[in-house]
Nanobody
């Protein structure tokens, strides 16, 4: 069974930084594209960033230049480095396998608990 455990969320002031981690198990991690999604109460989940098995990345326009997705296949872990955080970045962040073409990804599998990121003024 695939398990994805997000961590690293917390409370941070606007302009600050946070790094999220996603530990994967139950799959051959290295061959899968991975993505970070986020959801704010009352809003639809959106794909924030994705990374392919080869390391190519894709970002939502709202986070370009501020967020960086990366992966460490040896550790079966994907990261999301978030810099210059804004109030609107407040959300629960989820890590999931993704499939599809660049810029047109869809989530694969079940949603986990996610990790809460709260940006304060």
């Amino acid at each position: 069974q695939v398990q994805l455990v997000e961590s690293g969320g917390g409370l941070v002031q606007a302009g600050g930084s946070l790094r999220l981690s996603c530990a994967a198990s139950g799959m051959i991690f290295s061959i899968n594209a991975m993505g970070w999604y986020r959801q704010t109460p009352g809003k639809q989940r959106e794909l924030v960033a994705a990374i392919t098995s080869g390391g190519s990345t894709n970002y939502a326009d709202s986070v370009k230049g501020r967020f960086t997705i990366s992966r460490d296949n040896a550790k079966n872990t994907v990261y999301l480095q978030m810099n210059s955080l804004k109030l609107e970045d407040t959300a629960v962040y989820y890590c999931l396998r993704v499939s599809g073409a660049s810029g047109r990804y869809y989530p694969v599998g079940s949603w986990g608990q996610g990790t809460q990121v709260t940006v304060s003024s």
